[in-house]
């Protein structure tokens, strides 16, 4: 499957067919985060696999939307090993982490299955539940499996704004009185040639 076919075919599952996911799926999305960057490749991603009936009690008892997925992921970062912006203080292991939970969503849509990315939970909770140390931060489920036969993305999953609402590019320009940037807005016109 080409890259753009997977990104096109990629949406929310919110309903799985029960199938259980092989164990080479479930090592294809563990080897993705694997490969994923990270910040300055610390690579603080803690990853929990939850297939045992036990582990899918627990996700259920952590979150609403478990969507009965026979599979689900714990993703989490090490807070001891991510690494800290000096500027401002900023820990990157969120970041580190979805750019992980993402590259395990696409691995996922490539090997047939869906995912749908939850945040909806409340990190005490899941650090109780699943008994996690305090260096660990729970940042994201992803409940993964077989989409139902009927499973079909939700309404908005089509709606995207357009390029020019989102993205700005930098020009470097000259000028008599020296160099200096604007900003230019993409618009509908340059598509449009």
Known sequence: MQFEDVLNKRYSVRKFDGRKV???KIDAILNAA???PTAKNNQPQRIFVLESGDALEKFKK???YHFNAPLAFL???????SWTRPFD?????QVDAAIITTYMMLEATAQGLGTTWVGYLDPEVVRETFSLPENLMPV???PAGY???DCVPSER??????LADTVTVLQKISALSGDFYFFWHISLAIFLD
């Open 89 to 93: 203080g900023k820990d990157c292991g």
């Open 147 to 149: 989409p139902a036969a």
């Open 75 to 81: 993703i989490c970062y090490d807070n001891t090993l």
């Open 22 to 24: 092989e164990k080479e």
């Open 157 to 162: 999953h089509a709606l995207r704004k357009q």
């Open 34 to 36: 694997r490969m994923a």
């Open 140 to 142: 994201v489920f992803l």
């Open 62 to 64: 952590s979150t609403i």
